[in-house]
């Protein structure tokens, strides 16, 4: 399974744009990236996956290089709503077992 | 979307006692479900993947006789915490990967917070 690897913990004041990155150096050919929200005493909610160059949904963007040994979450205009953790996996299919790295802890002010 | 529910959503039970935690996927059928254990300020520590019928497989360190896996049907699997003690206590939650998903995607249960007293 690819290792992630992902700054601790980040801030931000409302309104900006925040990019978290992730680096998977040993991504297999096979595996996709998902990034995962969590609030407190939650479980994680999906945000965005993506193989390959960019993914865009309502939420968030997802920039992944050529090389795909790291991927970047985008996350525009962030609020107060967005202090959370995120994490990226990596992973073959929803089948397969993925492990949770330390995750990013966000957290937006004011 | 895809909905997992959890029940219960907390649970408090004495030392020695055994808990079951119920995961369910509403709305799509799992073949494969993930139980997980989460401390607090910690990630989430996956302590098992359990495919509809057959024997879960479990992560080195977790042990299968204290923590029963079943999942016996394509929308239901069970955690059973057997003769709990407070390190046990923790923020269990599951998982489930959608028989025809397309995507490296699991949809997550809410949890279920254990206090063992």
């Known amino acids: 399974l690819a290792k992630t690897t992902q700054p601790i913990s980040m801030d931000s004041y409302e309104g900006q744009e925040v990019n978290i990155t992730c680096s998977h150096n040993?991504?297999?050919?096979?595996?996709?990236i998902t990034w995962y929200q969590q609030f407190p005493s939650q479980g994680p909610r999906f945000i965005i996956q993506?193989?390959?160059t960019k993914v865009t949904n309502e939420v968030a963007s997802l920039f992944i290089p050529a090389d795909r040994k790291s991927s970047t979450l985008s996350l525009p205009r962030v609020s107060l709503s967005d202090t959370a953790v995120y994490y990226c996996?990596?992973?073959?299919?929803?089948?397969?077992?993925?492990?949770f790295g330390a995750g990013t802890r966000l957290f937006v002010k004011a | 979307g895809a909905v997992v529910s959890q029940h219960p959503s907390w649970v408090i039970c004495k030392s020695g006692t055994s808990v079951k935690i119920e995961c369910r996927s509403l709305?799509?059928?799992?073949?494969?479900m993930f139980w997980y254990r989460q401390f607090p300020k910690q990630s989430l520590m996956l302590m098992a993947t359990?495919?509809?019928?057959?024997?879960?497989?479990?992560e080195q360190g977790v042990e299968k006789d204290k923590f029963l896996i079943n999942h016996a049907s394509l929308t239901l699997s069970t955690l059973t915490v057997t003769s709990a003690h407070p390190e046990d206590s923790s923020f269990y939650i599951c998982?489930?990967?959608?028989?025809?998903?397309?995507?490296?995607?699991?949809?997550f249960g809410p949890g279920t917070r254990l206090t063992v007293l």
């Open positions: 996996l990596v992973g073959a299919t929803g089948g397969f077992k993925t492990i």
């Open positions: 993506g193989y390959k």
């Open positions: 040993n991504i297999a050919t096979n595996d996709y």
């Open positions: 709305d799509f059928q799992a073949t494969t």
């Open positions: 998982s489930a990967a959608p028989a025809l998903g397309q995507l490296n995607e699991q949809f």
């Open positions: 359990s495919n509809e019928g057959s024997k879960a497989t479990y």
